[in-house]
Nanobody
Framework: QVQLVESGGGLVQAGGSLRLACAAS????????MAWFRQAPGKEREFVAA????????YYADSVKGRFTISRDNAKNTVYLQMNSLKPEDTAVYYC????????????????WGQGTQVTVSL
């Protein structure tokens, strides 16, 4: 069992930056692939970024490539999402997720989810 708690969301102006963190419980965190998803009002949840268990491989949605960076610190049981050059269309609730069986782009691939943190980007 893994419990995930996101933090770091908030209100930021367009062009600004935020760093999200997802703290995981459990001693097996380093064996999980981790990802960030987001869901804007009235829209479906969408993949943002993913990282493998060691941090050696990362994947991004085209909409955030070059602006967002996913990373992890297995010693701290934490995964991060550094978000730069934020745009109003990045406004959403951001969720972190953990997968036991490798990386995936679909939410159904992930076994555990956090409660989400709100990111709002104003003009």
């Amino acid at each position: 069992q893994v419990q995930l708690v996101e933090s770091g969301g908030g209100l930021v102006q367009a062009g600004g930056s935020l760093r999200l963190a997802c703290a995981a419980s459990g001693r097996t965190f380093s064996s999980y692939a981790m990802a960030w998803f987001r869901q804007a009002p009235g829209k479906e949840r969408e993949f943002v970024a993913a990282i493998n268990w060691s941090g050696s491989s990362t994947y991004y949605a085209d909409s955030v490539k070059g602006r967002f960076t996913i990373s992890r610190d297995n010693a701290k049981n934490t995964v991060y999402l550094q978000m730069n050059s934020l745009k109003p269309e990045d406004t959403a609730v951001y969720y972190c997720a953990a997968a036991q069986h490798g990386l995936g782009y679909e939410g159904i691939h992930y076994d555990y989810w956090g409660q989400g943190t709100q990111v709002t980007v104003s003009l």
